[in-house]
């Protein structure tokens, strides 16, 4: 009898899931419950909608309806799994009961971190997520002329730039003194912010968010700093692992707030596995677990789950974190540790920065790229990175994520070969550029 | 964090974080230079010893070495 893989979630890494399950045991009856009216989209695009640099939501869905039913994939929209019991190996499902399963996959992803302060239940709240409302309030936008920004996290950076592409009037608020002040060092941010200024976005670092005020509706958001009158707050805050329904079952959660998994991404739960927002998976430097990372790690890891859990095997590795993103005007990006995420859990490491340029230097389009480096006192290996520029973040960042995760040294970098050719790539890279400025800082 | 930002701001010359208001103050002046003074060593192995993912099986990947062929 064909073994039954019930997935819960249907986001990446539940897509993912149910796909690598399906792949692995063609016989297999994969069953995913989401309760949402769509699946495998991109939600990280949806910023990019409200700039309006991406014509239309309907380019953001992977595949159709129909397209996951032809390949066996039986989806329960708008059907809420309430909780699953381990013992009789069933799902508890709204509208349907008790449903058993041989395989059980946890993907149900992340929440909001709530404000928590007065009027978090007002309309004109938005928490950019579900790709309907996304739709909704992508009309309301056309009528909003200013907008509040709750919080410089990474979401709140790309909303940041799309309200600003959209003509409106947007204030960003934030307690830290700088844009995503917890991940990134202020040298890095500065031409983002800059950049916002020119685009006439308000910038209140430093300001605590106290309440959203209104009747019915927002119409000001309360700071430490007084009102700011507007017409919607895009609340844009951490991203928490959703746990709730696998730790109701008994399923173990770690420090990082998320579901524990090994590498094969089994639970603490027999035969259940997990991936996505909702799990913690170890970081690669320092072997702490960490949660709320890209939507391409949920999808390598719902692939890992949905292999493993129709029986095959594959596994996954610590993370080293590379991330990339347009704001403002910039490209930012970097991998694992920041000076101040190195300063902050007091990881003793040396700094190299070095300004190089992107292209050959006479070529048109040549910018600046601005790499720091961060190493592990006396061995030298590459422990983070910080980037700006405007072309190219997003490949350096990659390739030093390689590097952290193989313990590359400075060393290497500072002696590593490049590609020189004028369009694409100048004489000097500036990722060997910040290594030797950081082998010269040494005295060596 | 926030110390570690105090810190940072003042190396790049830019806005510090706020100043430290009630219990903020005794977390920022007196908790984080107690927690510096501990070695890194120390805090990683109290953190590593905390439940997590990174207590369960992760097989380190086997790299080749020498050239490839």
Known sequence: ?444 | MVAAQEKVAAKYRVTPPARPRGREWFWLRVYVPLYRVVPWRARSAIMRRMPGSHRMTWTEAQRPRGPAI
């Open chain 1, 1 to 444: 009898m064909a073994q039954r893989i019930v997935v819960i979630g249907g986001g990446a890494a539940g897509i993912g899931a149910a796909g690598a399950a399906k792949a692995e045991d063609p016989s297999a009856d994969v069953r995913v419950y989401t309760e949402f009216e769509d699946v495998g989209y991109s939600p990280c695009g949806i910023p990019y909608v409200h700039g309006k640099e991406i014509p239309d939501f309907e380019r953001l869905f992977l595949a159709t309806k129909e397209a996951y039913a032809g390949q066996g994939i039986d989806i329960h929209y708008e059907t809420r799994a309430t909780g699953f019991n381990t013992e009789r190996k069933t799902v508890s499902v709204q509208g349907e009961g008790d449903v058993g399963y041989d395989k059980l996959i946890i993907a149900t992803g992340f929440d909001y971190a709530s404000p928590g302060v007065p009027g978090a239940d007002l309309d004109g709240l938005y928490y950019v997520k579900n790709i309907r409302r996304a739709m909704q309030w992508d009309k309301v936008l056309d009528g909003v002329r200013s907008a509040v920004v709750v919080e410089a996290s990474p979401l709140g950076l790309e909303m940041v730039t799309a309200l600003c592409h959209r003509g409106i009037e947007t204030h960003l608020i934030d307690p830290g003194a700088w844009a995503l002040s917890a991940a990134t060092d202020p040298d890095i941010v500065a031409p983002v912010q800059d950049s916002w200024r020119e685009k006439g976005a308000k910038l209140h670092f430093n300001t605590t968010l106290n309440g959203f005020v209104g009747d019915n509706s927002v119409r000001a958001v309360a700071t430490s700093d007084g009102e700011i009158p507007c017409d919607l707050a895009v609340v844009c805050t951490k991203k928490e692992a959703n746990t709730g329904v696998a730790s109701a079952a008994g399923v173990r959660t770690g420090s990082a707030g998320g579901i524990i998994v090994d590498e094969w991404m089994y639970t603490s739960a027999p035969m259940v596995w997990a991936a996505g927002d909702c799990i913690e998976v170890p970081h690669s430097v320092t072997n702490i677990p960490v949660q709320g990372l890209s939507g391409s790690h949920a999808y390598a890891q719902g692939k890992v789950a949905g292999t493993n859990a129709a029986g095959g095997r594959r596994r996954y590795q610590p993370v080293s974190v590379p991330w990339g993103m347009v704001a403002g005007d910039w490209m930012i990006g970097g991998v694992s540790f920041s000076e101040t995420l190195a300063t902050a859990l007091g990881i003793p490491h040396v700094v190299g920065v070095a300004e190089g340029i992107s292209r050959a230097r006479y070529y048109p389009g040549v910018e600046k790229v601005r790499v720091k480096l961060l190493a592990e006192p006396g061995s030298l290996r590459l422990i983070g990175a910080q980037m700006v520029g405007r072309e190219g973040i997003k490949e350096r960042a990659d390739f030093l994520a390689m590097a952290v995760r193989t313990g590359i040294t400075i060393g290497d970098l500072a002696t590593m070969e490049n590609v020189y050719s004028p369009p694409i790539g100048a004489l000097n890279e500036p990722i060997a550029l910040a290594a030797q400025a950081l082998l010269a800082g040494l005295g060596s």
